[in-house]
């Protein structure tokens, strides 16, 4: 690709992004009504003087603390001024002094965020000091020290708030920049001998811009509400009609004349609501969100969709005789595009003291097939089946507080990635702990008694150093010994294991598969062993169960299914196993075509 | 965790330093002849030389600087130009008023937004997530003042429940005293308790996804249970915001004091700059400056408790 060619590429990627977020902001409701809303304020201010029924500075002293009438629709001030034509002027001061905040902040925030973001170094550093230190001065202390100084100039008081907004500004301008500093297209561009200048400019700018307009919504308002406050601290030219002086001579007749501190509270709240309701109806556009699906809507898309496939599996024992059934198993997604079916209808169980492995290449199914019989499922999720038998009794009526009272008990779970899994803010100790004490109800001396004991029995030879240790001091094989100690905490009778290795060095890999082995022959646990690695199911499973694509596409005990597999993605996946690191560059390799 | 809390120490006197000196040279450059603001516009000249040289301002700018600052470390602030009081004693008194409205404002976010957040964070997509999502949108936007304006007419003026103006110290009465800063401390922490919760909301969602949330669940721990061990991680964010916000509070109650007649810093800044007093706002700006780096240090000792990798490393 030439550097053109990227150019291109990118310009209408971007001029797509641009003008389908503009429209989608037209057509969102919280988009087009304050943004209409907001159009008719700056006509106000822009056309004050056509519209104001009358000069905001005459004085007509028969009008002073007049009510609502015909000559004055919305009375007179206290001197006897137009309360009308002094708000619609107002509108004007309003909008003029917010553009003069929004100006300053954006030419200083914007360009030295972009700077700091894409050469870092001294500048970067010195830049986000000078940034912090802006966000720790009380602004309002130094703005009445210029406005005392200036003698109350408007303009100049409007700069300085607007140097106190440069913060979000430099913070937004410089994280975006960071961002896309890193993407691949921008290395292209500079490999490409591409000036750095001409990249911002063409590139950077480009994806700083949403988050800035959004920012500059947000400050718009913020910069309204402190101009009002600095008039209404009596501060500027009385000359000059202001919300805020008006909400101040409003507030000292409040008890008597509340109207007129209701016109001008009303108009700046609604100018500043409008502001931010279109900053935010931006941002929720700008974001991609992932949508959630009721329960109840799940049950209904996942049984419409049902007679699509029949289901796979087949139970090989009595649903009493056996410590896990699962009988027509399917789970639902919601996704962004809409609910996607990733596991078809899969029949499957272990008997006590089994040990059972679901094998399977990414995305075939395995791992949700066993966040299902845990009913731990992410909250995009669902599972509907018909029937769960866990430990002879059928659970699939069973409300979410009693499935999860079968956790830590019935069903122990060892996961795939052991510092991801550990709590990093609490010990060790802690994590084995609280479990032993809430749900098995030790005291506190037996449960730090019962752990230490666990963590020797995985392996572990110095128990007390290892309580004390947060997750990120200990290594990984080290995690994973810990966590199996947690699952095996509660004696349970089926241990359920998600790729319990493939997260370890291989060396590491080999003793805690031997661990698993020892602990579920001590115990006489059934084990669930999920993994994409035929050399572990040749190492400790009875039975094996294959799965592609949300289907079990076969499944017998270990020997045979060595012996003669029936399946050719069996064959594959044997054939990848064979050679551990080969295999599964192989297994990638064809990954890839397939998807590609 | 020593180095870290050292080099934090360093980082805010460096702070203070540099703003203190900003803000002399500031106020010296705008208030350029502070005797004029002083003494009115009936003064003669030789009684505003008179004050002038009373006061020091005909030496050179530097030399009264460093005058105010070997002053300031021994923190001797001076006494005021306008009523050549002390500075110190002066702030011992307003202090107090601002800091009881601004820690009890503090209180009510940091209360009200955890809540809030671990409510809708916890569950979000549910009506109650959105009539705050909604709520939220506006109530940070609107500055401090005119809510305040909003809750005098209507809990003060209208339903009396709430004296509008006026401030009654602890000592006098401690129920009047709750009564005085309610409504002001309400006003200022309704813009901060949105901005916590929705932190604490997005900070609660991201930590749910976290694979260890399902192991806890895995060992049978309950939701409550459970619910905790995400509060922990998730709350760095909301007590960022916490930190961040206290600096806008007292931006805020300049403002905010005014409209309830309380006698604090903040009617001391609008009088002090009114009158070109600029020994006194110095104090007023150094004070603050410490509060803000006091908070900030309080912030990263919290902050190590809870994320062990900072107090370890």
């Known amino acids: 690709m030439t550097t053109t060619d990227i150019r291109v590429a990118f310009d209408r990627a971007a001029q797509k992004r641009r003008s389908s977020l503009f429209r989608r902001f037209l057509r969102h409701p919280g988009g087009y009504i304050p943004l209409a809303i907001f159009v008719l304020i700056v006509l106000v201010g822009v056309f004050a003087p056509l519209l104001a029924p009358m000069d905001p500075n005459f004085v007509d002293l028969a009008a002073a603390k007049a009510p609502p009438g015909s000559e004055h629709l919305l009375g007179g001030d206290s001197t006897g001024r137009d309360i009308l034509s002094r708000l619609i002027y107002g509108t004007r001061t309003t909008l003029w002094g917010a553009l003069i905040t929004i100006i300053t902040a954006l030419v200083i925030g914007v360009p030295s965020g972009v700077a700091a973001g894409y050469f870092g170094g001294t500048f970067d550093r010195v830049a986000t000091w000078i940034s912090d230190a802006l966000q720790s001065i009380p602004g309002m202390i130094i703005l009445l020290v210029v406005a005392a100084g200036s003698r109350n100039n408007f303009e100049l008081l409007m700069a300085t708030v607007g140097v106190f907004m440069v913060p979000g500004y430099f913070r937004i301008a410089r994280s975006q920049t960071l961002a896309v500093r890193s993407e691949p297209y921008i290395d292209a561009a500079r490999v490409s001998g591409l000036p750095d200048g001409r990249i911002i400019f063409r590139h950077v700018i480009r994806a700083v811009y949403p988050p800035v307009i959004i920012q500059t919504a947000l400050t718009a308002g913020i910069a309204m509400g402190m101009q009002a406050g600095l008039q209404f601290l009596g501060i500027g030219d009385s000359n000059v009609p202001s919300w805020g002086a008006m909400m101040l001579e409003g507030f000292r007749l409040m008890l008597t004349y509340p109207l007129m501190l209701l016109w001008p509270s009303a108009a700046l709240g609604l100018t500043i609501a409008v502001l931010a309701i279109m900053g935010s109806t931006l941002a929720e556009l700008v974001q991609v969100r992932t949508p959630r699906v009721s329960r109840r809507r799940a049950r209904a898309e996942a049984a419409a969709t049902a007679p699509r496939h029949p289901a796979t599996g087949r139970a090989q024992h009595t649903a009493e005789g056996s410590v896990l059934r699962v009988e027509n198993l399917r789970v639902v997604h919601a996704t962004p595009t809409g609910e996607t079916e990733v596991v078809h209808g899969v029949t499957l169980d272990v008997a006590p003291g089994e040990v059972v492995g679901i094998v399977g290449e990414s995305g075939s199914g395995k791992s949700q097939t066993v966040f299902s019989v845990l009913d731990l499922l992410p909250s995009t999720g669902r599972a509907v089946a018909d029937a769960i038998w866990v430990g002879g009794t059928d659970v699939t009526k069973a409300t979410p507080k009693q499935r999860q009272a079968l956790l830590g008990r019935e069903i122990g779970y060892v996961p795939q990635e052991p510092m991801s899994n550990l709590d990093p803010s609490y010990t060790i100790g802690h994590q084995l702990i609280e479990p032993l004490r809430r749900t098995h109800g030790l005291r506190r001396s037996e449960a730090e008694e019962q752990a230490r004991a666990m963590l020797v029995r995985v392996g572990l030879t110095e128990p007390d150093r290892v309580m004390r240790s947060y997750p990120h001091q200990v290594s990984g094989g080290m995690a994973q010994r810990v966590l199996i100690a947690g699952a095996i905490a509660g004696k349970p009778s089926l241990l359920v294991a998600d790729e319990p290795t493939t997260a370890l060095d291989v060396t590491v890999q080999a003793e805690v598969l031997e661990l698993l082995r020892e602990l579920q022959a001590e115990y006489g646990m059934a084990l669930l062993i999920v993994t994409h690695n035929f050399g572990v199911v040749a190492d400790i499973c009875d039975r094996v169960i294959v799965m592609r694509g949300g289907d079990i596409v076969e499944s017998g005990p270990v020997d045979s299914l060595f012996a003669a597999p029936t399946e050719d993605y069996t064959r594959e996946l044997i054939a990848a196993s064979l050679d551990e690191a080969e295999g599964r560059a192989e297994l990638d390799r064809t990954r890839i075509e397939a998807t590609a | ?313």
């Open chain 2, 1 to 313: 965790m020593l180095l870290f809390t050292a080099k934090r120490v360093l980082s805010g006197i460096l702070l203070l330093v540099a703003v203190s000196i900003g803000t002399f040279f500031l106020a010296h450059l705008a208030i350029s002849d502070p005797t004029a603001s002083l003494l009115g516009t009936t003064a003669s000249p030789a009684q505003q030389a008179a004050l002038a040289e009373k006061i020091g301002l005909d030496r050179p700018l530097l030399v009264q600087f460093w005058d105010w600052l070997s002053h300031a470390v021994l923190l001797d602030f001076g006494v005021s130009w306008r009523n050549f009081q002390p500075v110190g004693a002066q702030l011992a008194i307003k202090v107090p008023v601002t800091l009881s409205v601004v820690t009890f404002a503090t209180l009510i976010t940091a209360v009200i937004g955890i809540a809030f957040g671990m409510i809708t964070g916890l569950r979000p997509g549910t009506w109650f997530d959105r009539i705050i999502k909604g709520i939220s949108v506006v109530l940070f936007a609107l500055p401090g003042f005119w809510v305040s304006l909003v809750l005098v007419m209507w809990l003060a003026v209208q339903l009396k429940w709430f004296p509008a103006v006026g401030y009654v110290p602890p000592t006098q009465s401690v129920d009047g005293w709750l009564r005085s800063i309610t409504l002001p401390a309400i006003s200022l922490a309704l813009g901060g308790i949105v901005a916590v919760s929705e932190q604490l909301r997005n900070a609660v969602i991201a930590q749910s996804r976290q694979d260890w949330v399902r192991t806890l669940r895995s060992r049978g721990l309950s939701a409550t249970r459970v619910n905790l061990h995400i509060l922990r991680n998730a709350s760095p964010a909301a007590l960022t915001v916490i930190a961040l916000m206290f600096v806008g509070l007292l931006s805020g109650a300049i403002v905010v004091e005014q409209i309830f007649s309380l006698p604090g810093l903040g009617q001391l800044t609008n009088q002090s700059s009114q009158n070109g007093d600029i020994p006194m706002l110095l104090g007023i700006t150094v004070i603050s400056i410490v509060f803000v780096i006091l908070i900030n240090l309080l912030l990263d000792l919290v902050l190590g408790w809870i994320n062990p990798k900072v107090r370890v490393a």
